[in-house]
């Protein structure tokens, strides 16, 4: 007798999108990106998030998967430049392109779906740092609240179960804390200070006057 109810096919949606300046106006500014996750399958503790990440955190997490996967390879990364030309769109949009083939290509990897640090940097805004001494117990939260204090705190952004939002993402996520950001294109000079729980609070764009910025 065949089933009523079909099991459901799961998937992983990832993009990688909107670049922003953070650190605007310092001797350091650099670029992040907002990383938006959907998705239906069980290694993940929430089905809908969505973080910013900076490309020496990409680095980072490329290690530290490298390092737990032994001889599995992992996909690679678009090149290092210590000096990114900020007004150069097409540069941006290759990185990020490459950005997101990156993530795509990991999370379609079975054997990294089970990284405890591959869910904190997609599902959380700690720092690297912090991901590391949560993975070894070294914080006063565990993973999986790490992950849900981060959901609770942008939940508002956040419209879980609808699938329209795969096709078209109008939400802020929320940024990383004390840095002035800018839209890659926008200009506004306003930003926003929130506290930071386990997630960071959110900015408003700046307009964009620097040219060169770092990694």
Request: net charge negative; proline share 4%.
């Given at each position: 007798?065949?089933?009523?109810?079909?099991?459901?096919?799961?998937?992983?949606?990832?993009?990688?999108?909107?670049?922003?300046?953070?650190?605007?106006?310092?001797w350091n500014p650099y670029i992040e990106y907002k990383i938006f996750l959907y998705t239906n399958s069980k290694a993940f503790t929430v089905k809908t998030s969505c973080v910013r990440r900076r490309y020496r955190e990409f680095v980072w997490l490329r290690r530290q998967l490298?390092?737990?996967?032994?001889l599995v390879s992992l996909p690679e990364l678009p090149g290092k430049n210590p000096f990114f030309p900020v007004h150069n769109r097409e540069r941006i949009e290759r990185r990020r392109q490459g950005l997101q083939q990156f993530l795509e290509?990991?999370?379609?990897?079975?054997?990294?779906?089970?990284?405890?640090?591959?869910h904190l940097f997609?599902?959380?805004?700690?720092?690297?740092?912090e991901m590391e001494g949560c993975v070894l117990g070294q914080t006063p939260y565990s993973t999986t609240e790490a992950i849900l204090s981060y959901a609770m705190s942008n939940k508002s952004a956040l419209h879980e179960g609808d699938s329209a939002v795969v096709s078209t993402i109008a939400?802020?996520?929320?940024?990383?804390?004390?840095?002035?950001?800018?839209?890659v294109g926008e200009s506004?000079?306003?930003t926003v200070a929130s506290n930071r729980v386990v997630g960071r609070p959110s900015s408003i764009t700046q307009e964009v006057t620097s040219s060169i910025t770092q990694e």
């Open positions: 007798m065949l089933n009523s109810q079909e099991e459901e096919e799961e998937f992983i949606t990832v993009r990688v999108q909107d670049p922003r300046i953070q650190n605007q106006g310092s490298q390092r737990n996967a032994g290509k990991v999370l379609h990897m079975t054997v990294f779906l089970s990284d405890t640090l591959l997609m599902q959380t805004q700690l720092s690297p740092a939400y802020e996520c929320q940024s990383s804390p004390n840095r002035t950001q800018a839209s506004n000079s306003e």
